[in-house]
């Protein structure tokens, strides 16, 4: 059914198939198509589509004759694609065709800075409600690790600009799983290595946006305060420079004022 759907059919090709019809490669000719997910396609789907890559033409299914193609594909996945060609599991030569221009784009919870930015975006998305996100709110939605990623964040926004009560979304309007993000969830059922890891990016986070939110947004006076928050792994001072104190924050999703 994939196969029928990316590339058409004719008709008499498979049960049901009553007319002929085009596929999505068609639909895309002079275009872009993009492809979701292209590290769940069959071995045979993948040689579909190394042919498009390669030779620029493709068959409908159930059709003798060849058809030209002029398409731009873009792909995405979350698979490991190296680790899939070395286990065999995604043919090399599909890979290295597509492998042109890779662009990588960590998850929600690893660019968290990212988040205020994203949410007036769907804000602006739900037509007829007005709502804003307090401080607060962004704050410890910033904590909360979005497991489903920015399309988690996207219905979370689109639900709370319809159910919530006022004006401003408070954190008191955010769900008990957000509302309760605190970096440290669940520690004790963690190893040791990565519940303290997660204990101190909690610690850290909630420590610099405290100290921001007590020097009014004063970056200057907030690196100086917040220079021994962790150890420099060069000598035993706990001591930082201001690029440093910088990166720290906008790793750790802490905004300015």
Known sequence: MARSELFGYVRGAFTGASETRSGLVEAAQGGTLFLDE??????GLQLQFLRLIQEREFRRLG?????KSNVRLITETHCNLR????????????????????LYLPPLRKRQSDLPLLVAHFCQ????????????????????????????LQHEVARLMVMG????????????????????????????????????RWFTREY?????????GNVGLGDSISSCVWPNTVSSRQITKRSTARDKRHKLGVHEF
């Open 125 to 152: 998305q739900v037509h007829g409600y007005t709502r804003t996100f307090s401080p607060e709110a962004l704050h410890k939605m910033s904590c909360y690790d979005w497991p489903g990623n920015v399309r988690e």
């Open 165 to 200: 009560k006022g004006k401003i979304i408070q954190v008191s309007d955010l769900p008990p799983r957000i509302r309760g993000a605190n970096g440290k969830d669940d520690v004790f059922e963690q190893p040791f290595k990565d519940a303290r890891k997660a204990v101190l």
């Open 208 to 216: 610099l946006h405290r100290v921001l939110m007590q020097t009014r």
């Open 38 to 43: 292209v590290g769940e396609l069959s071995p």
């Open 63 to 67: 059709e003798t004759s060849i058809r």
């Open 83 to 102: 680790k899939m060609v070395r286990d065999g599991t995604f043919r090399a030569d599909f890979f290295y065709r597509l492998n042109v221009v890779p």
